[in-house]
């Protein structure tokens, strides 16, 4: 909470413009009085002090116009009134999101970007991260903390679950974060290139709990369905690790990621290429708009007395500088 200066009465200081002309006639007076001269000592020189007791006035006006105009400190304190989304966010780790036909990275690599870019919009929401693949693993709770949230993307690594895609897991772990949450809006982004596979939860039944809880959920297929080069580790003959590029036949199921979207009311996306995902996470981010609302509250304290205090200040000093000789009247 900073000290904004401000003036009250900004128009006083129009008579800032009457101080050249009081110095100008000041000096016209002078010029034609032929009789006049200085009370100082004769040889002291500096005929500028037969002048400075009118400049110490001529200042000391001026700051009294200054303190006439009221400037004030401001001191400002916002509050925050919006009521944030709460975001569980669903990312699919599984092997096949090595696949490199988003070029010039692989699927995960781009999806983990995109949504660096995605946290760092959502100002005051809360947002939370599960990885899945065979299995599904908390990698983040619901928090606002959003330099924690892209320190945790970036250490999302593929082959940290055992392979497979659970989905209906998945998608299960993000509602049990979310059914506990005061939120207004609660939204699951479930991104994945695959078909459900494996896990004790089939998709339709974790749906059913996201449409019961009240929680919208957004699918996005990524990739192109078909054959696509995936790295692959392999041991040699000798027990090293190598990585090999294997053509996989890789499907997105469409269909189910459609029906999950529409029964929860969200949307479904397929998402072709990063440019492609990046829009999708731009749409998603004008469709889930958070109404910004902030009450600023403004106290004015007055700071006048500075000025009040030096133009005391200098019109006593061609007193004080009379009395050591320094300066007098002519």
Not at 92 to 116: H, Y
Not at 135 to 146: E, N, Q, Y
Request: aromatic fraction near 6%.
């Amino acid at each position: 909470m900073n000290g904004v200066p401000s003036l009250q009465d900004p128009w006083v200081l129009l008579l800032w413009l009457l101080l050249p002309i009081l110095a100008v006639l000041r000096h016209r007076r002078r010029s034609f009085g032929a009789l006049t001269y200085s009370s100082l000592p004769v040889g002291t020189g500096g005929g500028w002090r037969l002048h400075l007791p009118f400049y110490c006035r001529l200042l000391a006006l001026a700051l009294l116009i200054a303190a006439f105009a009221r400037p004030q400190l401001g001191f400002a304190r916002e509050e925050n009134l919006t009521e944030g989304i709460d975001i569980q966010v669903v990312l699919d780790i599984s092997g096949s999101m090595a696949a490199e036909d988003f070029q010039p990275r692989n699927r995960l690599t781009v999806a983990k970007d995109v949504m660096k870019e995605f946290v760092a919009k959502r100002v005051g929401d809360r947002i939370g991260i599960v990885v899945f693949a065979g299995g599904t693993l908390i990698k983040a709770p619901l928090t606002s903390d959003h330099p924690m949230l892209q320190l945790l993307l970036d250490s999302i690594e593929l082959h940290t679950l055992p392979d497979g895609t659970a989905i209906g897991m998945a998608l299960a772990a993000g509602a049990a974060r979310l059914k506990d949450s005061d939120a207004e809006t609660k939204v699951i982004v479930l991104v994945t290139d695959g078909v459900n596979n494996s896990g004790a939860i089939d998709p339709d039944s974790a749906a059913a709990v996201c449409e019961g809880l009240g929680i919208k959920v957004y699918t996005i297929g990524v990739g192109t369905a078909g054959v696509v080069p995936v790295p692959m580790q392999f041991r040699d003959a000798i027990g090293r690790l190598e990585t090999r590029r294997v053509n996989m036949n890789v499907e997105v199921d469409e269909q189910l990621l459609k029906s999950i979207a529409d029964r929860t009311g969200g949307l479904f996306f397929q998402a072709l290429d990063p440019e492609n995902l990046r829009a999708i996470f731009a749409e998603i981010d004008e469709l889930e708009k958070t109404p910004l609302e902030i009450k600023r509250y403004i106290r004015y304290k007055e700071a006048f007395q500075p000025l009040v205090v030096g133009a005391v200040s200098l019109l006593l000093a061609p007193l004080a500088l009379g009395l050591f000789g320094l300066t007098a009247e002519p």
